[in-house]
T-cell receptor
Framework: KQEVTQIPAALSVPEGENLVLNCSFT??????LQWFRQDPGKGLTSLLL?????REQTSGRLNASLDKSSGRSTLYIAASQPGDSATYLC???????????FGGGTRVLVKP | KAGVTQTPRYLIKTRGQQVTLSCSPI?????VSWYQQTPGQGLQFLFE???????NKGNFPGRFSGRQFSNSRSEMNVSTLELGDSALYLC???????????????FGEGSRLTVL
């Protein structure tokens, strides 16, 4: 059974500092790994999708890496801003179907 | 291009009642999946529909059911509501293929259900 873990559960940083969010998974037989952002009371916003054949993906200030062999992914957010305050979730998906297995999320607070 | 639309956004029901939630996927997306989010259990997969057929199902009791229409819109139904069914129900759509290629998932804003 796939298990996804995100540590730490919460993180507080001053504005301008780089954010490093970790995600680990137990079964390396994944197809995709996807990072999401969730604001309080809202749905999920897709940030980055990394396919199993890829090592990283970048979008603006965001960069996500994937190491399947060690069962880890890291989301880097450069030069954090107060608007980056949210909960960040990672999720993995196996080949068949669209069943995402989510981590518990990391709640991020960026202080001005 | 419109995103995933879920209705209603908020609803309050009492124990024993039933509820139907609706999801309109992004145009062209044939796969629709449903998730339940609670503070205690996090995000859990309910089921996935592709071309009107349920393709995957999570570990939820039979009170939770769903369906998909020919235009890819989907509904989920919860019968005999319990207090523990209070949650944010999220719908996601993707360009998943018939052969199972998952695609990127896009979520709606969710339907927040409160059971009293």
């Amino acid at each position: 059974k796939q298990e996804v873990t995100q540590i730490p559960a919460a993180l507080s940083v001053p504005e301008g500092e780089n954010l490093v969010l970790n995600c680990s998974f137990t079964d390396s037989a994944i197809y995709n790994l996807q990072w999401f952002r969730q604001d309080p009371g809202k749905g999920l916003t897709s940030l980055l999708l990394i396919q199993s054949s890829q090592r990283e993906q970048t979008s603006g200030r965001l960069n996500a890496s994937l190491d399947k062999s060690s069962g880890r992914s890291t989301l880097y957010i450069a030069a954090s801003q107060p608007g980056d305050s949210a909960t960040y979730l990672c999720a993995v998906i196996k080949a068949a179907g669209n069943k995402l297995t989510f981590g518990g999320g990391t709640r991020v607070l960026v202080k001005p | 291009k419109a995103g995933v639309t879920q209705t209603p956004r908020y609803l309050i029901k009492t124990r024993g009642q039933q509820v139907t939630l609706s999801c309109s996927p992004i145009s062209g997306h044939r796969s629709v999946s449903w998730y339940q989010q609670t503070p205690g259990q996090g995000l859990q997969f309910l089921f996935e529909y592709f071309s009107e057929t349920q393709r995957n199902k999570g570990n939820f009791p039979g009170r939770f059911s769903g369906r998909q229409f020919s235009n890819s819109r989907s509904e989920m139904n919860v019968s005999t509501l319990e207090l523990g069914d209070s949650a944010l129900y999220l719908c996601a759509s993707s360009l998943a293929t018939l052969t199972g290629f998952p695609g990127e998932l896009f979520f709606g804003e969710g339907s927040r259900l409160t059971v009293l």
